[in-house]
């Protein structure tokens, strides 16, 4: 990425938001932000936690064509994206346009319809997983066919 960008992106997101931004550089590794110090010609400065690590407060210096892309680490809807590019959101759209997103997403994930309850009580539940269960119902299956070979 370039330096403008950078800068136009990290600007972008809240303030309060900078604490939920990460950072995923080149070869996997990751940087959650905590703080943007300062803007070079070809780096960065932040505060903040390389990804897997508990090294909070951490310095780092990073060049802005390591960066393959930065991601807000929290659920967000579609009004908050749209403020986010300085798009005039009211409070009935912005309800209108999360209910929409959400009901698109519930429509592609949804689950396969439900069985009816006549399905549902036809099913037999799966025996038990236990060892010992398992042996005891092996048992009782052989002696049971060695008496009714026994008796034929």
Do not use: C, H, W
Request: aromatic content about 8%; overall charge negative.
């Amino acid at each position: 990425m370039l330096r403008d960008t950078v800068y136009d992106l990290i600007t972008k997101i809240p303030k309060v938001d900078i604490a939920k931004t990460v950072l995923t550089l080149r070869y996997n590794s990751s940087i959650t932000l905590d703080l943007v110090i300062r803007y070079e010609a070809d780096y960065f400065v932040v505060r903040g936690r390389e990804m897997g690590t508990n090294d909070d407060g951490r310095a780092f210096f990073v060049p802005y064509d390591e960066i393959l892309f930065v991601k807000l680490d929290r659920t967000v809807k579609l009004s908050d994206i749209q403020k986010m590019y300085g798009e005039a959101v009211t409070n009935e759209d912005e309800s209108i346009l999360d209910r929409e997103a959400d009901n698109t997403a519930e429509a592609k994930y949804a689950p396969p319809e439900k069985a009816s309850l006549k399905e549902i009580a036809s099913i037999t539940p799966a025996p038990a997983m236990d060892p010992a269960a398992i042996a005891k119902q092996n048992l009782l299956a052989r002696i049971r066919a060695a008496r009714t070979a026994a008796s034929g």
